[in-house]
């Protein structure tokens, strides 16, 4: 299995360009999550989806949309980019059951620039 | 108020130091409580976690989980440079969505 992987790893964007950060995971799981990461700090949520069709917002879903079509792929798109946007952004994945603990598993992240 | 608090450090000991690292919360209902390591330029990846309250304990690693003080710690036993890392503490959410702490930066010196 590849488990959870994103691309592009990186790229520069000029304000206002829009772009869409892929993330695809093989482990069949019906959780995923995307999240961004800035400097020095933890990982806030953007988005997440609990199933195929089924999105919803996370702590930071502005300027970001998300569609969920398939069970393995989890689009993030960014319209109108924006300084503030200037991140690394992890996908990740889980196969949630009613009342366990399963563990989250992450991409490698995309380092993204707004300039 | 943050909802998940810790300490950015950095955090600098020398190699075979014992290391502990810490966080505090605020919402009562978190049960699941994680901590995840993670490298420079990679992303994160699960080191322990727990269930409510207690110890729990694999190999060099220990955490610790105290709800009625909404204080959790990870301890780490004759610390390695390759334990050099930023390490993460997270809860869960519904939805198994991961609340995360600031993350503390630790270099074990050799």
């Known amino acids: 299995n590849a488990g959870v992987t994103q691309t592009p790893k990186f790229r520069i964007l000029k304000i206002g360009q829009s772009m869409t950060l892929q993330c695809t995971q093989d482990?069949?799981?019906?959780?995923m999550y995307w999240y961004r990461q800035d400097p020095g700090m933890g990982l806030k949520l953007i988005y997440y989806?609990?199933?195929?069709?089924?999105?919803d917002k996370g702590e930071v879903p502005n300027g970001y949309n998300v569609s969920r079509s398939t069970t393995e792929d989890f689009p993030l798109r960014l319209e109108l980019a924006a300084p503030s946007q200037t991140s690394v952004y992890f996908c990740?994945?889980?196969?949630?059951?009613?009342?366990?603990?399963?563990?989250?598993?992450f991409g490698p992240g995309t380092r993204l620039t707004v300039l | 108020q943050k909802e998940v608090e810790q300490d950015p450090g950095p955090l600098s000991v020398p190699e075979g130091a014992i290391v502990s690292l810490n966080c505090t919360y605020s919402?009562?209902?978190?049960?699941?409580f994680m901590w995840y390591r993670q490298y420079s330029r990679k992303g994160p990846e699960l080191l322990m976690y727990?269930?409510?309250?207690g110890n729990k304990e694999d190999g060099r690693f220990t955490a610790q989980v105290d709800k009625s003080s909404k204080y959790i710690s990870l301890f780490i036993r004759d610390s390695q440079p390759s334990d050099s890392a930023t390490y993460l503490c997270?809860?869960?959410?519904?939805?198994?969505?991961?609340?995360f702490g600031q993350g503390t930066r630790l270099t074990i010196n050799p």
């Open positions: 990740a994945s889980i196969h949630a059951g009613q009342g366990t603990y399963n563990e989250q598993f």
């Open positions: 482990m069949n799981h019906n959780y």
């Open positions: 989806s609990v199933g195929a069709g089924i999105t």
């Open positions: 919402n009562s209902a978190f049960q699941y």
């Open positions: 727990t269930y409510s309250s």
């Open positions: 997270a809860m869960i959410q519904g939805a198994q969505k991961l609340v």
